[in-house]
């Protein structure tokens, strides 16, 4: 079973940056379509952004497209969010997610993966 550990969440003002990790251990990441997603209090986890297994495929939500990048580097067992040009309405935990990559469902359907880190706080001040 793979461990997923989220870093690189703080307290930042709107227009700045933060890149986020999700380092896997007990596993190789390349078996596993990776994914993003956060969740504001008293909501459901929503998608943020998806890499297929071998990074050929990237999906993003409306929100984020052109904002964020989802990258991987399957080496080091590594998946990154980089987060340009913040705003307040970014602020929630950020979870990194991961499924068997044989499985066929869409990257952003939250029901299909199996593996979560424990979240990072991003903070966005106006």
């Known amino acids: 079973q793979v461990q997923l550990i989220e870093s690189g969440g703080g307290l930042v003002q709107a227009g700045d940056s933060l890149r986020l990790s999700c380092a896997a251990s007990?596993?190789?990441?390349?078996?596993?379509?990776m994914a993003w997603f956060r969740q504001y209090p008293g909501q459901e986890r929503e998608f943020v952004a998806g890499?297929?297994?071998?990074?050929?495929?990237?999906y993003y939500s409306d929100s984020v497209k052109g904002r964020f990048t989802i990258s991987r580097d399957n080496a080091k067992n590594t998946v990154s969010l980089q987060m340009n040009s913040l705003a307040p309405e970014d602020t929630a935990v950020y979870f990194c997610?991961?499924?068997?990559?044989?499985?066929?469902?869409?990257?952003?359907?939250?029901?299909?993966?199996?593996?979560w880190g424990q979240g990072t706080q991003v903070t966005v001040s106006s």
């Open positions: 997610a991961g499924k068997w990559r044989w499985r066929t469902d869409p990257l952003s359907e939250i029901n299909e993966y199996s593996y």
């Open positions: 007990g596993d190789t990441v390349s078996l596993y379509h």
């Open positions: 890499i297929n297994w071998n990074g050929g495929s990237t």
